[in-house]
């Protein structure tokens, strides 16, 4: 069995949950490979060994990985997907962070789960992406252009708002005069859309929601899609520019440019305890049902 490892390593005492990972593999003999400047940061502290394989970018991960560690926070998490890709190697998320909604190992019980993780005992859940395409196209935006939460458009240099025209399977929606509009799937759901005042929505859902980002239209609304739609934007605005965002990962398009924003040919696995479920997760981050009558 071959694992990849990737962290961003911005949390206090992180390298005892590292330490811990690494001691629970090698003990299994499985191959290890750490992503090359999370390696750089791990070696800032001698105590931890650190002979193990490296790769440098999603290039050099491949078909040979039967699964891949993301050890952070969600935005580790969705960086991790960025070398994945389609190759479809299940996604482990060790929360080392603070909410870890995606990232559902929690720190305290690393040796056991990652125990459980080799033993074959988890379950994969298969999440949705986003993908886009844009005219002209944009190198900025390259070919990591899928997210596996949102694609945001935004407006940049400006306090003004700006349009986002709408269009769903070519059919006018409407013109969002707005901060933005967030696109999200069922996974992203759970966060910026919900801050906008997006539905949460099972990650197994077939849909997409489109939220708009504090709108001036007074009667605009989250509005929920079947996920085998084709979402078309176009934005113009004072500034002549505007943000645009896939995960953590930005570009800046020019005014006007086309957009368009599709279900990505693939998805992401990522496995899970077999006690974790969302619901679970629903009531233990979002503390939903939390109530003194209880």
Same mark, same amino acid.
């Given at each position: 069995?071959?694992?990849?490892?990737?962290?961003?390593?911005?949390?206090?005492?992180?390298?005892?949950?590292?330490?811990?990972?690494?001691?629970?593999?090698?003990?299994?003999?499985?191959?290890?490979?750490?992503?090359?400047?999370?390696?750089?940061?791990?070696?800032?502290?001698?105590?931890?060994?650190?002979?193990?394989?490296?790769?440098?970018?999603?290039?050099?991960?491949?078909?040979?990985?039967?699964?891949?560690?993301?050890?952070?926070?969600?935005?580790?998490?969705?960086?991790?997907?960025?070398?994945?890709?389609?190759?479809?190697?299940? +996604?482990? %998320?060790?929360?080392?962070? $603070?909410?870890?909604? #995606?990232?559902? =190992?929690?720190? &305290?019980?690393?040796?056991?789960? @990652?125990?459980?993780? +080799?033993? %074959?005992?988890?379950?994969? $859940?298969?999440?949705? #992406?986003?993908? =886009?395409?844009? &005219?002209?196209?944009?190198?900025? @935006?390259?070919?990591?252009?899928?997210?596996?939460?949102?694609?945001?458009?935004?407006?940049?240099?400006?306090?003004?708002?700006?349009?986002?025209?709408?269009?769903?399977?070519?059919?006018?929606?409407?013109?969002?005069?707005?901060?933005?509009?967030?696109?999200?799937?069922?996974?992203?759901?759970?966060?910026?859309?919900?801050?906008?005042?997006?539905?949460?929505?099972?990650?197994?859902?077939?849909?997409?929601?489109?939220?708009?980002?504090?709108?001036?239209?007074?009667?605009?609304?989250?509005?929920?899609?079947?996920?085998?739609?084709?979402?078309?934007?176009?934005?113009?605005?004072?500034?002549?520019?505007?943000?645009?965002?896939?995960?953590?990962?930005?570009?800046?398009?020019?005014?006007?440019?086309?957009?368009?924003?599709?279900?990505?040919?693939?998805?992401?696995?990522?496995?899970?305890?077999?006690?974790?479920?969302?619901?679970?997760?629903?009531?233990?981050?979002?503390?939903?049902?939390?109530?003194?009558?209880?």
């Amino acid at each position: 069995m071959k694992v990849g490892i990737y962290g961003q390593f911005y949390h206090k005492y992180s390298e005892q949950s590292i330490q811990l990972i690494l001691n629970a593999l090698k003990k299994t003999g499985i191959e290890v490979a750490v992503e090359k400047n999370f390696l750089k940061l791990i070696k800032h502290h001698e105590e931890i060994d650190t002979n193990v394989a490296t790769f440098s970018s999603f290039t050099e991960v491949d078909h040979s990985y039967d699964l891949f560690f993301s050890i952070g926070g969600d935005g580790t998490l969705l960086k991790s997907i960025t070398f994945v890709r389609d190759l479809g190697i299940p +996604i482990v %998320g060790i929360n080392t962070g $603070t909410l870890g909604f #995606l990232a559902t =190992i929690q720190k &305290e019980k690393i040796t056991e789960s @990652i125990n459980q993780i +080799i033993a %074959g005992n988890f379950k994969i $859940t298969e999440r949705s #992406l986003l993908a =886009i395409e844009t &005219e002209p196209g944009y190198d900025e @935006i390259g070919e990591l252009n899928f997210a596996l939460n949102e694609i945001a458009i935004n407006r940049k240099n400006t306090t003004s708002m700006i349009k986002v025209e709408t269009f769903v399977d070519e059919e006018h929606l409407a013109s969002y005069w707005s901060d933005g509009l967030i696109v999200s799937t069922p996974t992203g759901s759970t966060g910026y859309s919900l801050s906008c005042g997006g539905p949460i929505m099972d990650p197994g859902s077939k849909s997409i929601v489109l939220t708009p980002i504090a709108p001036h239209n007074l009667n605009a609304r989250p509005f929920v899609i079947p996920d085998d739609s084709e979402i078309t934007l176009k934005v113009s605005g004072r500034a002549k520019s505007y943000l645009i965002s896939l995960d953590s990962r930005t570009a800046t398009l020019k005014d006007n440019t086309v957009i368009r924003i599709r279900k990505a040919p693939f998805s992401i696995k990522l496995a899970q305890l077999k006690e974790d479920s969302f619901i679970k997760t629903l009531r233990e981050k979002l503390l939903w049902g939390e109530d003194k009558r209880n």
